[in-house]
């Protein structure tokens, strides 16, 4: 049985301006939590309306044989032009049809719906009757959000902090020069790289530049043991390694399973920090002296305190307010989100200064378990946006024009690049849930208690490149490449 039957719309007249609406018969089946499939019956009194109104506006400039311009008889015009007269009208009526039911019945709409127009027909006779499947927001009962208690990161910023995250301001602008001896953590290697499924090849790259770390991080894989794995290696020296292939990777036939990376070093290269000098310094941000550089860097932490502050209070809300949210998506529509949930992911990371290798990280962790944490991400959107429709939190320009301010003073670039970038890329949307989710955060944080806990800054442990061991990538985003620097090169941009 239909979930909703919806009776005819009343024949009245429309008020002065607007069209007449149409009587529908609107019933209304729901496949799971967000499927919706409609059937829309539109009565033939208003197909006789509405193909009367067509023959109407062509009567004027109608040409048949015999007549003058607008002199030809209705009846005549009607069976000369009876398919272009169908098109017209079937057309018009899907429109207003489609219109009237979205608004009429409350659909609440989070995609384009699912219509196959060419499959419509106009009859001759009786009503017109045609389905279309939508996906929309799910219903839910709205989670208690006040009162929650929630544990925050607190830390005071040391000098040390400000040391060694200025080493890493040193390291990127560091140039990695040739080294005779095995590599050690820190150093780089340039490698030919394989990934194998038996004898069949997945993937493979010429020439793939990695700082040794403990773990080498793919956007659909993790190796642990990377740094003891080519601890020995030399140039010409190939290493082998099993890799398990994420559940969510992009090529279906290998998730979960266990293929063989082919590592064949080719060169060896180790760090070489730049010395602090006036140029260094002007090359870094235009800084007049190392403590004003390192005021910089205090700022950033600052940035970057700020935004594990804001995830871990975040994830808490997130976790009580979707607890008894078990409904289910549709996977079409996590797909979809995949690739929305990274850029989101970027921006944020952005916004609060963080280096691209850090992104990259993240990034790639976010990549090998996309479909839950989009799952969870969605979940926790619905019902904020409830949150925020039923507290009247809006955006507003000036929180666009302080969240590109923010993502432009973090990259380098001005707010006038970062707008058009945003936009080029259909981005404006994600960056407008960004501000509606945040400021609704906020509100349920301001009820709420807080306990602050002991936080550490994370030591990079893991190195990430741009390469799926599938071969196909999971939502495909602009994450600048970084490039290692040879002894006569400009600087590169590596943490």
């Not at 095995?182 to 394989?194: N, T």
């Not at 590592?263 to 920090?273: F, W």
Request: aromatic share 4%; charged share 30%.
């Amino acid at each position: 049985m239909p979930a909703s039957d919806s009776s005819a719309v009343a024949d009245l007249d429309a008020p002065e301006g607007l069209p007449k609406p149409l009587a529908l018969e609107v019933s209304i089946e729901p496949v799971s939590t967000c499927q919706r499939r409609v059937k829309v019956t539109i009565p033939r009194a208003d197909i006789d309306r509405y193909r009367d109104d067509a023959i109407g506006e062509l009567m004027p400039t109608a040409l048949l044989p015999g007549f003058r311009p607008g002199r030809a008889p209705r009846r005549l015009v009607s069976s000369r032009f009876k398919s272009e007269l169908s098109d017209q009208v079937r057309s018009k009526l899907l429109t207003a049809a489609m219109s009237q039911v979205s608004e009429q019945e409350k659909l609440a709409p989070i995609s384009e719906p699912e219509l196959d127009v060419a499959a419509v027909l106009l009859p001759d006779e009786g009503p017109m009757t045609f389905e279309f499947s939508i996906e929309v927001r799910p219903e839910f009962e709205l989670p208690k959000w006040k009162g929650l208690s929630i544990k925050r990161p607190a830390r005071d910023i040391t000098p040390a902090d400000v040391d060694e995250a200025l080493l890493g301001h040193l390291r990127e602008r560091a140039r990695f020069v040739p080294h005779d001896a095995s590599p050690s953590i820190g150093d780089l290697i340039v490698a030919r790289l394989a990934c194998k499924d038996g004898d069949r090849v997945l993937s493979a790259a010429d020439e793939v530049e990695i700082v040794v770390r403990d773990r080498l991080s793919f956007a659909d894989a993790e190796l642990p043991g990377f740094a003891a794995l080519v601890a020995a290696a030399k140039p010409g020296t190939v290493v082998t390694a099993t890799v398990k292939v994420s559940d969510e990777a992009a090529l279906e036939e290998v998730r979960g399973r266990d293929v063989t990376m082919e590592l064949t070093v080719l060169d060896v290269k180790r760090l070489e920090l730049p010395e602090m000098t006036p140029a260094l310094l002007e090359e870094l941000g235009g800084f007049e002296s190392a403590e004003a550089l390192k005021a910089a860097v205090l700022k950033q932490l600052e940035g970057q305190l700020e935004w594990h502050r804001r995830r871990q209070v975040r994830q808490q809300v997130a976790s009580a307010l979707t607890s008894s949210a078990s409904w289910d998506l549709p996977p079409a529509l996590l797909r979809r989100q995949a690739q929305r949930e990274l850029e989101r992911a970027i921006l944020e990371l952005r916004r609060s200064g963080f280096d691209d290798d850090s992104i990259r990280r993240h990034v790639n962790e976010l990549r090998q378990s996309v479909m839950a944490s989009t799952a969870r991400a969605l979940k926790e959107h619905f019902i904020l946006e409830r949150i925020a429709e039923e507290e009247g939190i809006t955006d507003a320009p000036a929180d666009y024009d302080e969240e590109i301010r923010a993502v432009a003073a973090q990259s380098g670039e001005s707010p006038r690049r970062v707008r058009a970038s945003l936009e080029r890329r259909g981005l404006m949307d994600v960056l407008r849930n960004q501000i509606i989710e945040r400021k609704t955060i906020d509100l349920v944080t301001s009820h709420a208690s807080f306990k602050d806990t002991p936080f550490e800054f994370s030591r990079p442990d893991a190195e990430a490149i741009d390469h799926a061991v599938c071969g196909v990538v999971v939502g495909e985003e602009e994450i600048p490449t970084a490039t290692h620097s040879e002894p006569s090169a400009r600087p590169g941009q590596r943490g």
